[in-house]
């Protein structure tokens, strides 16, 4: 999804850098301060997006880096740290390619996860519909792995 980001907003690293915070703490460091500044400089750009799939890029980038900051307090909004970043792919790619692109992500991520996702996510209230289309790809997401 990054290059989408990049591609409207070619010299704003703010995306880039929350992804490479993400790299750190998957590659076994803790989580620190690096993950949460980066994480809200990716959704400041995010909201300084001139389009909806340039926007919902930056925002997954940063749910990336952000996601290193779930916690066990059982809310229905944590799910969207493990799952929104997907629902954004899923809706940048119904954005660019139609309904049936969008299904198609949304059931190579359910066949993609693990038991330790699904573990995860058995500890939270299911993620609810919502209003707009991404909050939707979510619930429908979260569904299908439960």
Do not use: K, N, W
Not at 125 to 133: D, L, N, W
């Amino acid at each position: 999804m990054l290059p989408v980001f990049e591609r409207a907003h070619p010299d704003d690293v703010r995306p880039r850098a929350a992804l490479d915070a993400a790299r750190v703490f998957v590659a076994g460091a803790a989580r620190s301060r690096l993950q949460r500044v980066t994480s809200l400089d990716a959704h400041r750009a995010a909201r300084e997006a001139t389009d909806e799939a340039a926007r919902l890029a930056a925002r997954a980038c940063g749910d990336a880096a952000s996601a290193a900051y779930l916690h066990p307090i059982a809310r229905a909004t944590q799910v969207g740290h493990v799952l929104r970043a997907t629902a954004s792919e899923a809706r940048i790619a119904e954005l660019l390619a139609g309904e049936a692109a969008a299904a198609e992500v949304l059931a190579s991520a359910s066949s993609r996860a693990g038991a330790v996702v699904r573990d995860v996510l058995s500890r939270y209230p299911a993620a609810p519909a919502g209003r707009s289309r991404v909050a939707r790809l979510m619930s429908e997401l979260d569904a299908s792995l439960r």
